[in-house]
């Protein structure tokens, strides 16, 4: 009994659920995806030929409205097309000057002067300069830098050795020629004993 009557069930209709089921049929749709080859193909064999030069402004200006429009259609990618990605378009102004591009075109014609490994350099360090990181220097032994460190520190002392005995002959050579110069002008004039020692300083009236 329980399962005829289950089965025989019908449910009631209202006005409610005869509007949701009418809008659900109106809103139902199909989207057919197409893939990107497909569609460019379909694109270029309805698009029309581009208006003639005789017609008005107005005409001119709708129909690369058009282009535009077309353009900006091919450049969206289908995520179900392998094709490679479309990069937009830039329409250069030829009024406005690139500071960045006459930069680039200098650097390049400086270049071009360089040979290879000059060339290498210079691209190594404007690398670095516009960010990159700089290559790491190359293995090296051990114990050849400790030699290169010990020959470089045995030549600063040499040449600090050097520069104390310079001094020290220097100085040697100043003694010298002062006690010379010294026995020279006594035996011209013995009794000129304030040239040779100075001139006395008075302190008469000082405390």
Do not use: W
Not at 11 to 38: C, G, H
Not at 82 to 110: C, H, I, L, Q, W
Not at 167 to 173: L, N
Not at 178 to 183: A, E, G, I
């Amino acid at each position: 009994m329980a399962n005829s009557g289950a089965v025989g069930f019908v449910p009631i209709q209202t006005k409610a659920s005869l509007a949701l089921k009418d809008k659900a049929i109106d809103s139902f749709k199909v989207t057919v995806f197409e893939p990107k080859k497909a569609a460019l193909e379909k694109k270029r064999t309805v698009r029309p030929r581009p208006p003639a030069k005789s017609e008005s402004n107005e005409k001119n200006k709708s129909g690369s409205g058009n282009d535009e429009d077309d353009d900006d259609e091919e450049d969206i990618d289908d995520i179900f097309s392998d094709a490679p990605r479309k990069k937009p378009k830039r329409k250069e102004d030829p009024t406005v000057f690139d500071m960045s591009k006459a930069r680039r075109d200098v650097m390049n014609f400086g270049f071009s002067g360089f040979d290879k490994e000059t060339k290498q350099e210079a691209s190594v360090r404007l690398a670095i300069k516009l960010g990159a990181k700089p290559p790491k220097n190359p293995c090296r032994n051990y114990r050849e830098i400790l030699e290169e460190k010990r020959a470089a520190k045995q030549q600063e002392g040499d040449a600090a050795a050097k520069r104390r005995q310079g001094h020290m002959a220097y100085g040697a050579i100043q003694s010298y020629n002062k006690y010379h110069q010294r026995k020279r002008d006594k035996q011209r004039n013995p009794t000129a004993i304030m040239k040779l020692y100075g001139v006395a300083t008075t302190r008469v009236g000082k405390k």
